[in-house]
């Protein structure tokens, strides 16, 4: 694993970032929680590669709030087109 940010998708709409942080926390130190709004996906940073490589394969395809867990390496944020044209 090239990075310690983690996506974490498919978890359920009322899943707080303690609860992620206290999940997570098994496999080594959380540095970050980020949730994305109540979209029920966003992302954990861990201290290293490794404990994200640990966090991964213990969590992804498990059951957490009654929802089947997708954990996977989090991809390098791209530059998205502008999306705000203008209308006439």
């Known amino acids: 694993m090239q990075t310690s940010k983690l996506y974490v998708g498919n978890f359920s709409y009322s899943t707080t ?6 999940l997570f926390a098994e496999f ?6 980020t949730m994305i ?7 954990v940073e861990m201290s290293s590669a490794e404990e994200a490589e640990k966090a991964k394969e213990a969590l992804d395809g498990t059951e957490f ?3 089947t867990l997708r954990v996977d390496e989090a991809r390098p944020k791209t530059s998205r087109p502008n999306r705000d044209f203008k209308r006439y």
């Open 17 to 22: 970032e303690e609860q992620l942080k206290d």
């Open 28 to 33: 080594g130190t959380i540095k970050e929680v």
């Open 37 to 43: 709004g109540n979209k029920g996906f966003g992302f």
């Open 65 to 67: 709030s009654g929802r």
